[in-house]
């Protein structure tokens, strides 16, 4: 830690001489994050070795291609990077393949999607016109396998039921890419509701069935969804961004590890995983090929110094300690739901079995902006979500989402979490509605009663310092 340290203030003194202000952000980052109980469910704390492995020059080499399929030369060191980022992931997840380009979850996606379209739509169009390359075939062979790639249909999650934007839905590249269609979740129960994915299935014959998840508190089965898959002819793809971590330390396994059930598995690199910011695809080896077209069909040049960081967060992912990490991230959200739902919480689903948890902040009369607004100003970072058939939409949202993989790291354990739980409750059931200004929303607007933030922030202090 003294090392690290050191590295950091050294860091800090070469930025200071170029741009201090560039110096003082990432110093007032640091005591935000140093002061502050961060439960957002997507964030995390890398460790140093892998902010260091970040910061050098192997951010300055172009190296479009695969490993040792470059065009560029002298690319040896980031080939040797890459294959080590390759090999750990294909021994941590146990997967046949990996590529580790992807500079984002968004990018992983895309590549996922071309790759399934490349192999389930243009190689089979490839081979029928007789030619091995797009450029090989004639224009009018061309324009019918554009419309063909354009016309296919995905099915995944819903929005309010927890899904992610990148899985068809109209805001990002996905939702112009593919007719798109959702599965939600059992309006009794909060959870996943198989039967009826197989029906949605049934009727809307996908090219691509998404499973997968940003704000569903529950794991999945994808032994059932890779049945379901199967029986209409569909690529099951998995996107795990958000409890990689969880499948890397082995809490999920057999029926709810994806990887041995999709045959594509993406994921970001940052969240419960601990790594740096990126992402990283694994697949079956049918798809090999077309996944590691990803750079320059949808990737600019790969990040050397970000594939040597995942090189470096999943060598240690694979450590021993990385696994007790990850039984731990799932024990304290027991732990923090059940405090919660003592003190009179509601939760979405009514529990966790993941790394997240979901509360409708609406039995406390508020909207997730209000919500999320006084725990922010208590010293608590959350963000607002929106709940099944949320009434507030997803801007104002009725629900506020909370993960433990960032607390865990900073060594939290039941005792702290259960009191984070009290300090929650108590900030929600303290923050009532205010009238807005005339032209506002009052959905944005809340009082939160005097002296909780700051009895609020010195406890959250207490507990960060303990
Ligand atoms: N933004 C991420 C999250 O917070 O879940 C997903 O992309």
């Known amino acids: 830690a003294k090392t690290a340290s050191a590295a950091y203030q050294s860091a800090l003194e070469v930025i200071v001489a170029v741009e201090p202000n560039v110096a003082g952000a990432i110093r007032a980052e640091l005591a935000d994050q140093r002061s502050s109980l961060k439960l957002i469910a997507s964030e995390n704390y890398a460790s140093p070795a892998v902010l260091l492995t970040m910061g050098n020059w192997l951010s300055d080499k172009y190296a479009e291609g695969t490993i040792g399929h470059r065009f560029y030369a002298a690319c040896q060191n980031i080939d040797t990077v890459e294959q080590l980022a390759a090999d750990h992931a294909k021994a941590l997840f146990g997967a046949p393949h990996a590529y580790v380009q992807p500079h984002s979850g968004i990018d992983a996606n895309l590549v996922a999607f071309w790759a399934i379209l490349a192999q389930r739509v243009e190689s089979p169009a490839l081979a029928e016109a007789g030619a091995k390359h797009v450029n090989d075939l004639s224009e009018d062979d061309w324009q019918t396998l554009r419309k ?26 996905s939702g112009k890419m593919f007719h798109q269609s959702s599965y939600g979740t059992n309006p009794e129960t909060g959870l996943l509701d198989y039967d009826d994915v197989a029906a949605k299935a049934r009727e809307f014959r996908p090219l691509v069935l998404i499973a997968g998840y940003s704000a569903y508190p529950r794991r999945i089965d994808f032994a059932k969804m890779r049945e379901i898959a199967d029986e ?57 090929d077309a996944v590691d077209r990803g750079c320059p069909m949808v990737l600019g040049g790969p990040l050397g110094n970000v594939m040597a960081a995942k090189a470096v967060a999943l060598a240690e992912a694979r450590q021993p300690m990385f696994a007790t990490y990850a039984q731990n991230v799932a024990a304290n959200a027991v732990t923090l739901a059940e405090g919660l739902m003592r003190r009179g919480a509601r939760l979405v689903t009514g529990g966790t079995d993941n790394h997240l948890a979901l509360i409708d902040v609406s039995t406390f009369g508020l909207t997730g902006r209000q919500a999320e607004s006084a725990l922010l100003d208590s010293g608590i970072v959350t963000n607002r979500n929106a709940i099944p058939r949320d009434p507030n939409g997803a801007w104002y949202t009725s629900g506020v989402r909370i993960g433990m993989p960032a607390l865990t790291s900073r060594g939290f354990g039941a005792a702290e979490f259960d009191q984070v739980a009290e300090l929650i409750v108590d ?37 960060l310092e303990a």
Request: with cysteine; net charge neutral.
């Open 148 to 173: 063909a790639l354009g016309d296919q249909r995905a099915l995944g999650m819903s929005l309010d039921a927890g899904g992610h934007l990148t899985h068809g839905f109209r805001p990002n590249i």
């Open 232 to 288: 209409v002819g569909a690529t099951l793809m998995v996107d795990m961004a958000h409890f990689a971590g969880l499948v890397a330390g082995k809490v999920f396994t057999g029926d709810f590890d994806p990887v041995p059930h999709a045959h594509v598995t993406t994921t970001t690199t940052h969240k419960s995983l601990r790594g740096p910011r990126g992402g990283l695809v694994l697949c079956q080896p049918e798809y090999a």
């Open 427 to 463: 900030v929600l059931s303290s923050t009532t509605p205010a009238a807005a200004p005339s032209g506002g929303s009052s959905k944005a607007k809340y009082v939160l009663a005097d002296g909780v933030a700051a009895k609020t922030h010195a406890a959250a202090n207490e507990l």
